[in-house]
Structure formats: structure tokens, C-alpha cells
């Protein structure tokens, strides 16, 4: 599966550095400089990661966060917030606690942006697999022709 991430900042020399790095190692790579473009962009892409620069010219990414992660079709989106100007402790846990996944300090090194990346996509793994497994459980026990019932020990 060919990961699908999205990256919005409004400083073009960032979309093009990180949009290269993340291409160059193989994921499916798609940029927005604003709010509206990240919210088109989400509807049309539906993206694993989104990587969301907190200050944007049109809406902060700490509330664009909090919009997507309250609507039930793009909540399970993992979000990582950068920011180069918001890097003190009140802004990181403001925008951790509207639902952010990750935030990410700038200028990030390459090598830590790919860390925190990876280490992001285990997790969307570790949740797929999570749901898979629930769902073959509710399947087996919802289509037995034996009789089946759930006891807590």
C-alpha cells in the first residue's frame, strides 16, 4: 500500500523540499498553501497523513485540526502539526489536545521528518489491522450456526 499524505504550509521552498522527500521515498504526495486547498484536498484525496503547518494565511491549523478531526469522514486522518513560530510548550499542547497526533518543531531535520513519519504510518498500520481483526471477530460470532455467547472471567 502506497501511503497517501498531504502537506500544507503556505511557504512554497517548505511544500517543495518536504513534497521531494516524501516522493523520493516512495508516498503518494499531494500539497495545499492554505485551509480551503487542505479541506479540497482532503475530499478529493482522503490522504493516511497530513502533515499541517499551524500558522496558514487563511485559517490557523490548529483550528483547521480540531474542524477535521469533528467530522466523522476525515477523523481517523493522522495529523501531524508543524510550526516554526508556535514552539512553546502552551502551543504544542494546545494543538496535541484538539486531536493533532504529532507535533512537529521547525525547521525539522529530513531525517527526523521521515522518522516521525514512519513511526506515524506504524501506527495507521497497527489501527488497520485492529479494525480488521474486530471486524473478523464480529463476523465469525455474528454469522455462527452453533451457538456462541460472551462471558467475562
Known sequence: MKFKILVVDDDSDILVAMGHL??????????????????????????????????????????LCREIKQNPLFSSIHILLLSGTRNQSENIVDGLETGADGYILKPVLNKELLARVNAAIRIIEAEIELKESEEKFRSLFENSTIGMSLTSP
Open 22 to 63: 516524501l516522493k523520493s521515498n516512495n508516498f503518494f504526495v499531494r500539497t495545499a498553501t492554505n485551509g480551503a486547498d487542505c479541506m479540497k484536498a482532503i475530499g478529493e484525496v482522503k490522504p493516511d497523513l497530513l502533515l499541517l503547518d499551524v500558522v496558514l494565511p487563511d485559517i490557523n491549523g490548529v483550528d
